[in-house]
């Protein structure tokens, strides 16, 4: 979320804070320097200067660009913290003046950008205008990336792995389903079983996809009868060859964009055939006002969805 801007808490910190995460975040002095508006020889005397303060390298200076040494991931944790802070006092300094704006960043599967997403910023939208949100769509790994070295605000995923720099704030629990074109012989059912699916092809969800892992063990026992015709961990992909009559996919029904009538989601019988959805922020960061409207609005949208959303911070 580069577009964010310093406010006033901010400027009282050391220039060497900016210089550095804009180094941390472009990997090279030149880009670094053209996205502060200064030169170059400025920014790189900042960075020697607080290499020689701080005893220790912060960057390998590599033929590929700036990398962060051992020494520089901590610094850079630390001032991920400082920027994150500032911005939120800076939010909670203009609440007090009655203003009520900012920017968030949002993070999320592609399993929820068709449908659960934009109902969540369109809300958003109409109940706080001054607010800018931006979102991108990330595989389980790229969030967690983003989150913990700041990038973005929030993250939504499934069944993510917990991990300690990263903090579950609300999960809901949806049930797995096969996806079948609506007229398919397993459309009709109210259930059916992972083995009533493997008369058919199947189209699977990648290893990229959490999903995957979630699937592993009910399809483990039938191994050797699986029809894999696609393995991807394109949700619009696979919805698509599911259309198609291609084969039958396994997915929350929160994949299913609103309204669409041509693909049918039917639960799954067997124990367990559920996926969570978590919804993350950074480990020990203040939340500023603009992204607790967020979280309650995901909140709100998963509570809406039926999803069981433990709604404890």
Known sequence: MREWRPGQVLRVHDRAILYFDAVREYGSIREAARR????????????????????????????????LTAAGE??????VTVLQDARRTDERIAALRGGHEGRVGVM?????????????????????????THAEAGSPGMIARALSSGQTDLGIAFSLEPMPDLRQITVATFPIGAIVPAGHPLSRKPSVTVA???????????????LRWVMEPFL?????????????????????????????????WLALEPGNTGLVHIPLKDAGATTDLGVYVREARWLPPSLEELIGEVRAALWDTGGGTDQAF
Not at 108 to 131: K, T
Not at 197 to 208: A, D, E, M, V
Not at 220 to 245: D, F, W
């Open 196 to 210: 009533e699916c493997l008369k058919y092809p199947l189209i699977l969800p990648s290893p990229t996809l959490s």
């Open 108 to 132: 999320a599967v592609a399993g929820v950008m068709g449908g659960l997403l934009p109902r969540i910023l369109q809300r958003m939208m109409v109940r706080y205008p001054g607010i800018v």
């Open 36 to 67: 502060l508006n200064v030169t170059p020889s400025a920014l790189t005397r900042q960075l020697g200067q607080m290499e020689a303060e701080i005893g220790a390298p912060l960057f390998d200076r590599l033929p590929g660009g700036m990398v």
């Open 220 to 252: 483990r026992p039938y191994r050797e009868q699986l029809k894999i015709v696609v393995e991807t961990g394109s949700i619009e992909l696979t919805n698509r060859m599911v259309a198609l009559g291609t084969g039958v996919s396994f997915q929350s």
């Open 74 to 79: 901590i610094v850079a944790r630390h001032i």
